[in-house]
């Protein structure tokens, strides 16, 4: 079902990352281009935005990603030949990923934080809300998680940070946010923290891949420092904005993800290949051959 909202119409894909974490594999391509069965991880992303009333994506890239522009413009030949061999299914699924789509380019010369990535776009956003996606976090919700989100976004009129309640041993691999409950699922963010260590982490609230920000965050984030590492990290523009207005949280309803790691990949592999009933039932018994 599609989620039609007018409130946020553009999204911003960061995807100038080096993908340090999947080397060899990421050195001559991106890694949001790995593929869940057979739809690039980025893909997943995407069709959440659109699912959500999203329609304008600005993927913001880097060195060696144009098979993400490959990916999302028309394929003549492979249509072509698609075509001419009667494969009209796969033409179809192959027609869909660059019909749809109103997608721009932004590059970030250097990778030099999240932060820094979302201030590329600011050109292709203008003075409007615009959702952030990180695509490494595929969510599999109903509705779509960024419709969630932007239903939040409609009732508070402000920035919305997406997040999941982690385990106490995974807690320190995140940002973390304190708040206040406005109602089961949405908080009123009043700190956040990169990173704590499991006893000195406010709440068990993580910060996960979706941001629904408001144009102040550009000034936010020039205002930031460079951290020790000397990138522009977004939860300390945000954390610039909390001085100035209130920032809100939404908790998701879904089955997230985290797609950047190697484990997290292996199993968002296996969880979507079990959704496909061709697939299921070989890999169910395969699997089980594994003990
Ligand atoms: P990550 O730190 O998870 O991604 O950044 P990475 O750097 O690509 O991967 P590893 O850690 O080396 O394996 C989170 C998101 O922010 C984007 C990344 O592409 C990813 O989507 N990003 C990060 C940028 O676009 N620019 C940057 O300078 C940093």
Known sequence: MLTMSFSVRKAVFPAAGLGTRFLPATKAQPKEMLP???KPIIQYGVEEALASGVENIIIVT????????DHFDVAFELEAFLSARGKTELLEEIRKVSNLINVSYVRQGEPLGLGHAVLMAEPLVGDESFAVILADDVIDATPPALAQMIKVHEEVDGP?????????EDISNYGV???E???????????MVEKPPREQAPSDLAIIGRYILTPDIFGALRATREDR????QLTNGLKHLLK?????????TGVRHDTGNKLGFLKAVVYFAM???????????YLKTMT
Not at 62 to 69: C, M
Not at 181 to 191: A, F, L, N, S
Not at 244 to 252: H, N, S
């Open 177 to 179: 946010i304190a708040a």
């Open 62 to 69: 880097g060195r060696g990603k144009s098979a993400i522009e």
């Open 275 to 285: 959704q496909r009933p061709d697939l299921a039932g070989p890999l169910r018994e």
């Open 160 to 168: 919305v940070i997406l997040v999941e309640r982690v385990r106490p």
């Open 181 to 191: 409950t406005i109602r089961p699922g949405v908080y009123k963010v009043t700190d």
């Open 36 to 38: 869940l069965v057979d």
């Open 244 to 252: 100035d207005r209130p920032v809100y949280a939404c908790e998701v």
């Open 229 to 232: 590492s000397g990138e522009i």
